[in-house]
């Protein structure tokens, strides 16, 4: 049976490799083949390009990459394709004639979960340094000018040294990174199940957080950098008009500043959260649904506080 074959992986694995039917179709098709480039083997599923890098590095435990970077089945995978192959409920024949996505379905699903942009970047030790360091600098220089400090999701107007900016905006990212590593384990209910990682609820929490290597948590904050730079529209928006003198942004203090402010706040916010739900799924993969749970989580913190600093129950920053 297939929960015996793989009996030394949890249970969270266990549904994450049978709930979504891409991926045992990938399975499948690399068991059939015995080892294939990605290339014909998104060829052969029909499936685009950032769908294949992200279930597969999601089945990162069962498929890994020969020296010709040709993907093959690592033992593990070659035990649960054995299990898929001889369930009688389950065949390959049956996997392979789903109907593919159509193009605009595609499209939508590139465009509102981008996973395709994180393959590249997040894989890359030189390509996940350069981008974040560009993001850093180019974030960095904004706020700068504009005078904003960010705290979640919002900004805040601040009068210290660029150094003092600088120093928020890290611990802003820092802050980020927490509250995703915190919530996405107790959100997708992983922690909530008995198996590895202890008998209590408590050391389940902290086996979440820390099973992953130093490594692979260095590169989740770096691309936080990266996943946060459209939230940087907002103070694009201030330079843009502060260095032309557009006008668009009205008298401070008046009731259609405030209003096309949060405007501006909200372009911003939602250009922000489908790059941030692609890259919490991306990197700690967990599900689309999870990572929306996640994001959009943080979003309602950051609304909270962001309303109670601006009517002035918690002293302004």
Not at 50 to 77: A, H, K, P, W
Not at 247 to 262: F, M, W
């Amino acid at each position: 049976m297939l929960l015996t074959a793989i009996k030394d992986r949890s249970e969270e694995d266990l549904v994450w490799l049978l709930r979504y039917k891409t991926r045992r179709r990938i399975l499948l098709a690399i068991g059939d083949m015995g080892k294939v480039s990605a290339t014909a083997l998104r060829d052969s599923l029909k499936i685009s390009t950032g769908s294949l890098y992200y279930n597969l590095r999601q089945l990162r435990m069962f498929v890994t990459q020969d020296s010709d970077r040709n993907y093959i089945l690592t033992e593990e995978g070659k035990r649960v394709y054995r299990a898929l192959k001889e369930k009688g409920t389950i065949s390959a024949a049956d996997l392979m004639e789903s109907e593919p996505p159509s193009k605009l379905s595609g499209v939508l699903s590139n465009i509102f979960f981008p996973v395709w942009l994180y393959n590249p970047l997040y894989e890359q030790k030189a390509a996940m340094a350069i981008v974040s360091a560009l993001c850093f600098a180019i974030s960095s220089a904004l706020l700068i000018y504009t005078r904003q400090i960010p705290l979640l999701l919002h900004f805040y107007p601040i009068q210290p040294s660029p150094l003092l900016i600088i120093g928020y905006y890290v611990l802003n990212v820092v802050l980020i990174y927490v509250l995703f590593t915190v919530f996405t384990p107790i959100l997708s209910g992983s922690i909530f199940k008995r198996g590895e990682g202890g008998k209590n609820l408590f050391q389940r929490i902290v086996f979440r957080i820390t099973r992953a290597s130093s490594y692979e948590e260095l590169k989740f904050f770096l691309g936080l950098f990266v996943a946060i730079l459209p939230l940087m529209i907002f103070p694009a928006i201030l330079a843009v008009n502060k260095l032309f003198s557009l006008g668009i942004i009205p008298v401070e203090k008046t009731q259609l500043y405030y209003l096309i402010r949060d405007a501006f706040l909200i372009i911003a916010q939602v250009a922000t959260l489908p790059l941030l739900i692609a890259f919490i799924a991306y990197g700690r993969r967990t599900t689309g649904t999870t990572a929306a749970l996640t994001a959009l989580v943080i979003f309602f913190i950051s609304h909270i506080i962001y309303q109670l600093l601006t009517v002035g129950f918690v002293p302004g920053i």
